[in-house]
């Protein structure tokens, strides 16, 4: 069979890589320790639900229904795997799941080994994941698998000529809760109509983090009554842009939120700024105050930074590609990115709700900031149209939980 000649390619493929490359090397190690974890975690007595995400995006769409099966219905237990180590590395204790491990690859051998351990009763797929031998061995065992937050495009290969027996894969899921209906058409093309249209969960996931927002004492302090703004997964070129305005700017206030935290990367910020800054952990209540500029030289606080803002960028726009633009329309405030957004979705949404705002350069980005900063009603009402956006786009949570049997 080409699938499961591809599937040892790949295992085989992936090991010799480990020989020259440390991600690689994770992977082959937690795919070879994933039983050993199973067997001496695994709770017999337990009726598991098992969540499977390839990394850490895909989780955090999978993480809203874990947190809320987690709470509705405490008498499952949660399996999450992963597939990649951008997803395990970061996650492997995270305690909204009893067991976290690696997924093997989608070998005979290894599907069988895995399922007759875990012996799951229900099965979360999150988006793009279709291991077909996986699928089947759930399928012909009756255990139930969703695909949650799925996306499908023409050129994917269930739609070409040569992908028909593909497609088949399709067929093993209970249900496919899609994010469009461009989605829901092509998979009814062929012959796939168990599908419902539940938008993003990531909406969900935004609304919720936004409500369990951590209170910055440090980061209140600096802003004060200052106009500011926050720029979150920054890169050099984004930097270049964003600190020049800054510089000429007094009455506002700058908070930098870099993809990279490391000293290098902090030090060149830190050579571009003409006025005053701190790095977050070096600030105090008595210094932070002075400052006119807060480096953020740590990680997990993003999410929560954001409430402090007037206005926001998301860095990525000038390189592989823009981050997050959810965590920050969230809180009503117009998001600002570069020009690489094409592919993603809620960028293209929130340009044409006038809630986001592509720049292309210099001169773009000081007219923008220059109408933000003399119209007040121009950026209230740009804020509230991000808002709106994410709040009008909320509830795909309770669609799934209204179509899975628990």
């Known amino acids: 069979m080409i699938y499961n000649l591809a599937m040892y390619l790949l295992e085989l493929g992936v090991k010799l890589a480990a020989l020259f490359s440390d991600k690689p090397a994770k992977m082959v190690k937690g795919h070879r320790d994933a039983f050993e974890l199973l067997k001496s975690k695994f709770d017999r007595n337990a009726r598991y639900i098992w969540f499977h995400a390839a990394s850490l995006g895909e989780f955090e769409q999978g993480r809203p229904l874990i947190e809320r099966i987690r709470k509705e219905y405490p008498q499952y237990k949660i399996l999450q795997t992963f597939f990649s180590p951008s997803g395990y590395e970061v996650r492997k204790n995270y305690d909204g799941a009893d067991i976290v491990c690696y997924l093997p690859i989608d070998t005979p051998s290894n599907v069988k080994k895995f399922i007759d351990l875990v012996n799951p009763c229900m099965v979360f797929f999150v988006k793009y994941e279709f291991w077909q031998n996986y699928l089947n061995a759930l399928s012909k065992k009756g255990v139930p698998v969703y695909s949650v937050s799925s996306i499908f495009r023409p050129g994917q290969i269930f739609f070409r000529w040569y992908g028909k027996s593909y497609q088949q894969v399709l067929k093993t899921f209970a249900h496919l809760f899609v994010q469009n209906e461009e989605s829901k058409q092509l998979l009814a093309e062929i012959g796939v109509k168990n599908t419902t249209v539940v938008g993003d969960t990531r909406f969900d996931r935004v609304l919720d983090i936004c409500v369990a927002a951590k209170q910055l004492p440090l980061v209140q302090k600096f802003k004060g009554d200052a106009l500011t703004f926050v720029a979150g997964s920054s890169w ?96 009503g405030i117009p998001v600002i990115f570069g020009p690489n957004n094409k592919k993603f979705r809620e960028a293209q949404h929130l340009l044409a709700n006038k809630g986001g705002f592509e720049i292309n350069g210099y001169e773009d980005f000081e007219q923008l900031m220059n109408k933000f900063l003399t119209d007040e009603a121009y950026l209230k009402q740009s804020g509230q149209a991000a808002g709106d956006y994410v709040k009008g786009n909320a509830g795909a949570m309770d669609k799934i939980m209204s179509n899975i049997a628990l």
């Open 236 to 331: 050099g070129p984004d930097e270049d842009i964003f600190i020049k305005y800054f510089n000429a700017h007094p009455e506002m206030k700058l908070i930098i939120a870099p993809h990279v935290v490391n000293d290098s990367h902090l030090k060149e910020i830190e050579s571009k700024l003409q006025r005053s800054c701190i790095r977050y952990t070096k600030a105090t209540e008595e210094n932070v105050e002075q400052a006119d500029c807060l480096i953020i030289d740590c990680y997990g606080l993003l999410s929560s930074i954001y409430r402090y803002g007037e206005i926001s960028y998301i860095g990525g726009g000038f390189g592989v590609g823009i981050h997050n633009v959810l965590e920050a329309a969230v809180y």
